[in-house]
């Protein structure tokens, strides 16, 4: 059975749909079966972001009984999994937004790791990506205003009964006017799961419309998407990494 994370941020512009795609194809790369999901249903970016603007079945039709979920979801060249969403604005009027937590658990069957790229805010839409989730993965800046809005969107967390994985502080410069790390882990009280560095190849990879992993993978920024990846895996990853080890030597010793 699959586990399903929802990538929240407070508010827009802070890196959320990028940091969703490149956590999803270092997942992938890793060796494991992922799909990500737009459900940013008000403005969805995903296949926009990935080279496939317009499909011929959405999320949309499936949140709306038109398709199966299995007719929805493309292939990436990676291999990673994608379930785009309508950019028509007549799809909006149909969406039954708490249907996605039906969708989320058919999704669980489909693939090991699932990452819904939701809505900015705490509206509606992002409150059901949050009650679709296993646990929640909040983006932010190392600003006041974002980081006061992840806060929020923490706290929505919180009284929804849902756990959250920690916060990603994107586009991270290292100047001078941004908030120490330090002061936005006490302000949060969440674990603290990667910073990702400004990076202009991120803006490159947007360009070849592809994740910045497969486009640039040694660029700093994806070198910190994959740690970040791998700490998502946790234990499991760790002793996947042992077993090869010791199935390599064993070839070796073996010849």
Same mark, same amino acid.
């Given at each position: 059975? +699959?586990?399903?994370?929802?990538i929240?941020?407070?508010?827009?512009?802070?890196?959320?749909?990028?940091?969703?795609?490149?956590l999803a194809?270092?997942?992938?790369?890793?060796?494991e &079966?992922?799909?990500?999901?737009d459900?940013?249903?008000?403005t969805?970016?995903?296949?926009?972001?990935? +080279?496939?603007?317009?499909?011929?079945?959405?999320?949309?039709?499936v949140l709306d009984g038109?398709?199966?979920?299995?007719?929805?979801i493309? *292939?990436?060249d990676s291999?990673?999994?994608?379930?785009?969403s309508?950019?028509?604005?007549?799809?909006l009027?149909?969406?039954?937004?708490d %249907?996605?937590?039906e969708?989320?658990?058919e999704?669980?069957?489909?693939?090991?790791?699932?990452?819904?790229?939701?809505?900015a805010?705490l509206?509606? *839409?992002a409150?059901?990506a949050?009650?679709?989730?296993?646990?929640i993965?909040i983006?932010?800046?190392?600003?006041m205003p974002?980081?006061a809005?992840?806060?929020?969107?923490?706290?929505?967390t919180?009284?929804l009964?849902?756990?959250i994985?920690g916060?990603i502080?994107?586009?991270?410069k290292g100047?001078?006017?941004?908030?120490d790390?330090?002061?936005?882990?006490?302000m949060?009280?969440?674990p603290h799961?990667?910073?990702v560095? *400004?990076? %202009?190849?991120i803006q490159?990879a947007l360009?070849? %419309? &592809?994740a910045?992993i497969?486009?640039?993978?040694?660029?700093i920024?994806?070198r910190e998407?994959r740690?970040i990846?791998?700490?998502?895996?946790g234990e499991?990853?760790?002793?996947?990494?042992?077993?090869k080890e %010791?199935?390599?030597?064993?070839?070796?010793?073996?010849r």
């Open positions: 059975m +699959g586990k399903v994370y929802s929240l941020s407070g508010k827009g512009g802070v890196g959320k749909t990028t940091s969703a795609i490149n194809a270092a997942l992938n790369a890793l060796g &079966d992922v799909l990500i999901v459900a940013n249903l008000s969805p970016n995903i296949g926009l972001h990935l +080279g496939a603007p317009i499909v011929p079945v959405t999320l949309n039709h038109r398709a199966d979920v299995t007719d929805a493309y *292939e990436h291999g990673l999994k994608i379930l785009p309508s950019l028509s604005i007549r799809e009027k149909r969406i039954n937004h %249907k996605l937590i969708v989320a658990k999704l669980r069957k489909l693939a090991d790791y699932i990452l819904l790229d939701s809505s805010g509206g509606r *839409e409150e059901s949050i009650n679709s989730a296993d646990e993965i983006i932010t800046q190392a600003e974002s980081v809005d992840a806060l929020k969107t923490s706290k929505l919180e009284y009964n849902k756990d994985r916060f502080i994107n586009r991270h100047i001078g006017t941004e908030m790390l330090q002061n936005i882990r006490d949060l009280e969440i799961l990667g910073t560095p *400004e990076d %202009k190849n490159k360009v070849l %419309k &592809d910045i497969h486009t640039h993978p040694r660029s920024a994806s998407y740690k990846a791998q700490k998502l895996l499991q990853y760790l002793k996947q990494q042992e077993e %010791k199935s390599f030597w064993q070839r070796i010793f073996g």
